[in-house]
């Protein structure tokens, strides 16, 4: 069974979620990719705001297709999450709370992840037609230049993805790794 996940994300929440999870997300969450990171990065290490609140936010590892007539988004599948490791820790020590996409993490940002009491999701690698039925709304809300990059507000409804990460530690594909080779 799924568990209920509203954005923003409510700290409590987040810290009873279990890597291996399923979750079905709902709210609005924002996309970024590594040229929107990058960017954000070095706003904050200017003094300045970013386009968006990201206090216990979710940010999605996504470069949507452009949308087709009468739909709100195309295909919206995850991206590399290993690309925004170099920004990922940054984000969530000014109150980030999940992130979403697919593979492996650093140690740095698993440490992030750990420190500040985050999660990362897996969303289906392959799914991308079938998760953008779960978005409602899409609004690019900065770097527009960056065409399917651009910083988007999301709107969702029971966007399915699993828990990886957990704000413990505990890391769905390390354990699966044992579990497949017999070493638990």
Do not use: W
């Not at 996409?101 to 999660?119: L, P, T, Y």
């Not at 527009?144 to 957990?166: K, M, Q, T």
């Amino acid at each position: 069974m799924e568990k209920i996940i509203n954005c923003p994300v409510d700290k409590a929440e987040i810290e009873k979620l279990n890597a291996g999870d399923s979750v079905l997300i709902n709210g609005v969450i924002y996309t970024a990719r590594d040229a929107a990171h990058k960017r954000l990065v070095e706003l904050l290490e200017n003094g300045k705001e970013l386009p968006m609140d990201i206090m216990n936010q979710i940010i999605y590892y996504v470069g949507p297709s452009p949308a087709k007539e009468g739909q709100v988004i195309g295909s919206a599948g995850p991206t590399t999450s290993g690309r925004m490791d170099a920004y990922a820790p940054k984000l969530l020590d000014i109150g980030l709370k999940g992130m979403i996409g697919k593979g492996a993490r650093s140690k740095e940002v698993v440490d992030a992840i750990i420190r500040n009491k985050a999660v990362y999701f897996g969303a289906i690698g392959g799914a991308a037609a079938l998760i953008s039925k779960s978005i409602v709304k899409s609004d690019i809300i900065a770097y527009e230049d960056l065409g399917s990059e651009a910083i988007r507000r999301l709107e969702i409804v029971n966007f399915p993805a699993v828990v990886i990460i957990d704000s413990k530690g505990n890391n769905l594909y390390e354990e699966g790794r044992k579990k497949y080779l017999n070493i638990v």
